[in-house]
């Protein structure tokens, strides 16, 4: 068992939050990841309207009475999104703890701080750290740059941005990007931080509501296998490296205004959304980290958790311990 | 104090190495670095002739009477270097330590093997760290996306490429790029290495030999002040991102073939030479680590190791023991 200020804060056994995954998390994963002590995540927008997330949360209580949250993220889209609409079917749910994404949640604080919400907010940089400090959020998670999804623009790995983040804020601190393993864990928490945050672990997992396909490729995966995309729009993602990503990255290295209409679905993502769901890992973009290099089996989330955790304490107790001279 | 089989196989005290920094690893730094219980480096291409290095280490051995090393770095070059000549220089000094880097070391194998060399190649890859392995070298140092100079064309961090090294190779290994704190020595242990290189947390040290301007910026930068140049020539390097490397990055930004020949002196590396010895900031390329962000002070050698091991100790036996409930 490893007790830190993020198990404390959030209630939960094992210092491991699943993150925000679009289109995988669902109450079947959210669910299996609280069950196994750690914190699962529901996304937000993976349901339709504010209604469907309402009765998503009311399913995963019926699969869990442990707690767990959901992640609101805010990105810019062409189509307006009522993310303040998405917020309430949530706390009139009965949720009591939301990561946020992708902008400074301050203009949500006071809806979520009158209904006694636990805040995450998860950003890429240190100056967004203690803007988020600043607004009232309970913890940050700090996401590098060897993430799955949007890194931001800076490329600091979490070696450098775990303890930079670390000097600047006080609250708990989730690291998060490049997290999967009991040895991550142990050298997050020597870092400064309090838990992590895993995303592509938690997508090769036997609850993860995707297609076999999409595990079994995260498990043949090297570290080298993701690619970075929209660098050119400022809105960089770290993505699986199939067909589809190359041909955005030769786009991109064209001079000039980067035109993606041929690929209009694919940066939409309803063609990642296809790939998740029916396996055709060649047919659009789909995210992956590059922790796909450590990931070796498709285990239950409750043994993975479980053997996270003892890792972890191995490491700590007997492996650090024995360099102490 | 901390023991490692890198401590053991190098006959040192702490498991830290001096990186091999052109025009810094001079006898003033590695003398100091070994005075202080680590490994100090003479870079070898530093000196210019391989006399010069015969002579170098000669003055080394009047600093120090612990063990210290040469750093031996193969790179493409337009003007053919010697490099049997230093390193058979360096072995008729009586140097029994040799950090080969750039290029994979098998031709030198031989000349080592025979000299009782003990030889540790730096890399930026698992691929390259499990050829290095095999040819007989007696450690790695496995260099992240984060380091100043030279990171490869992978982009891989340490959060990642340390344990990915780790379950390929069997020897005793160094962990690179992003390493100047205690935190980071506990987290790279953590990871699976057994000690740390650090080259610009030991360019801000009392006794590194170059101009105070540079020490002083280095406390000043954050982890953002660094950038990548020399990607459109598959040798990319990580530098200080001051007005030359803004300027080297909008040409490599230019469709076509890359045109350095306004910038040639910089390209050779000669006004960089010249930064670090008059201090003028902007004269020219200067590498330098993200660790950049997490330097805030310029002690001598001896301070910065005693303190980076009593804070590695103190997140071994304190803060991440205390987290095991």
Redesign the interface.
């Known amino acids: ?4 200020p993020i198990t404390e804060l959030l209630n939960i056994e094992h ?1 491991i939050v699943q993150g925000g995954m679009q289109w995988v998390g669902r109450a079947e994963l959210a669910s299996a990841v609280s069950n196994a002590g750690g914190l699962g995540l529901l996304t937000a927008l993976t349901q339709p309207t504010p209604e469907d997330l309402y009765k998503e949360i009311n399913r995963c209580r019926e699969m869990t009475d442990k707690p767990f949250g959901i992640n609101l993220t805010i990105l810019p889209t062409i189509k307006p999104v009522p993310y303040d609409e998405y917020a309430q079917a949530a706390i009139s749910a009965g949720i009591k703890v939301i990561e946020t994404a992708g902008r400074n949640p301050e203009k949500f604080m006071p809806m979520f701080k009158s209904s006694d919400i636990t805040i995450i907010h998860k950003c890429t940089s ?1 100056r967004h750290a203690i803007k988020a400090e600043q607004v009232g959020v309970d913890a940050i998670s700090i996401d ?3 993430c799955a999804g949007h890194p931001g623009e ?1 490329d ?6 775990i ?2 983040a670390r ?1 600047a804020v006080n609250i708990p601190m989730l690291a998060s990007g ?2 999967g ?1 009991g ?2 864990l ?7 931080a309090d838990g992590i945050n895993m995303g592509t672990r938690f997508l090769a997992t036997k609850e993860a509501p995707v297609h076999q396909n999409v595990k079994d490729r995260l498990v043949e995966a ?3 296998d993701t690619a970075l995309i929209f660098r050119t729009l400022n809105n960089t993602a770290r993505i699986y490296n199939n067909s589809v990503a190359k041909k955005v990255v030769d786009i991109e290295s ?3 205004e980067t035109d993606f209409s041929d690929l209009a679905d694919h940066v939409a993502g309803v063609k990642g959304r296809e790939v998740l769901e029916k396996g055709d890992l060649e047919h659009g973009v789909w995210t992956a980290g ?2 796909a ?2 990931i070796d089996d498709i285990p239950d989330c409750k043994t993975l958790l479980v053997r996270i955790i003892a890792e972890a ?1 191995e ?3 007997r ?3 024995s ?3």
Chains 1, 2 share one sequence.
């Not at 068992?1 to 830190?4: A, E």
């Open positions: 068992m490893l007790k830190t210092p240190v590098g740059f060897e800076d600091i790995p979490g070696l450098i941005l303890p930079a000097k490049g997290f393993t040895s991550g142990a050298a997050a928490i020597a870092l400064g090297s570290e080298m064209l001079p000039g590059m922790i290099g450590l304490e490491i700590i107790t492996q650090l311990a360099v102490v001279a």
